[in-house]
């Protein structure tokens, strides 16, 4: 039988985690006998680790023996085809599935998140957006009006996929049994990415694993100009550690 570790981040958002788990709970229904589905929370309330401070200390200590690991934030609902889906998936040279993350407030599918590696011209120009407010809050504009056209893709290798919700598979863990992410918060995509890259395995976008993403619960309550400060750190240190 396989197994699935799911890890969710919650900060002052228990109706969305409540949701969340529901959602999995009935999604793990269907595999019953095919799959064990077990659920950990990140609590981040009371002492906010980051995204990824809460949940890679939950990784850290129990990834290992699961055939599939996830990190998600809880302002989403699983499909509730989603572990079925799963069990019929192949996984043997992949490190990083990623789902269908439908938006419907912005009508955007938010994988493939990035299709192709970044270059240093990438982080010169995200390097700008970062360094002022104005210029983020119009790049976040311009971001959203983009999406309104965005378009759907079939079953097909990425470089990464989107932060809200990541799946990696046993072959990841057995090569990273242990993590800690450099920085507070943000850049995750590019880091999970990298270490993909580096395993010499593959990121894969998965259509038919369906997930609704109901919208930024956990960030939205953060002002722009930290979102902004933090970025620029993560993507100052992801640069230094990967991109020499």
Known sequence: MKKYLLICVTYHSDEELRIFTESALRASERVKGKMQVDIEVADNGNNNRGYLGGALSIYNAK????????????????????FEQLVKINVSDTGWLAPDIYTDKINRHENPCML??????????????????????????LYVLKSQKTKEYPPCEIYAGHGS??????????????????????????????LVRAAELKTRYLPALRIDNIGNINT?????????????????????????
Do not use: C
């Open 220 to 244: 939205g309550l953060i002002n722009q100009k930290q979102k902004s400060a933090w970025s620029k750190e993560s993507l100052h240190a992801i640069k230094k550690i990967f991109f020499r």
């Open 116 to 141: 192709a590696r970044p270059t240093k011209r990438n982080f010169i120009i995200w390097n700008i957006i970062y360094s002022s407010t104005l210029i983020y809050r119009l790049y976040h504009a």
């Open 63 to 82: 990834a290992q023996g699961y055939d599939f690991v996830s990190i998600s934030n809880v302002d989403l609902k699983l499909a509730p085809d989603f």
């Open 165 to 194: 919700f990541m799946l990696f598979t046993r072959a990841f863990v057995a090569q990273y049994p242990e993590l800690h992410f450099p920085t507070f918060m943000y850049g995750e995509e590019i880091w999970f990415a990298e």
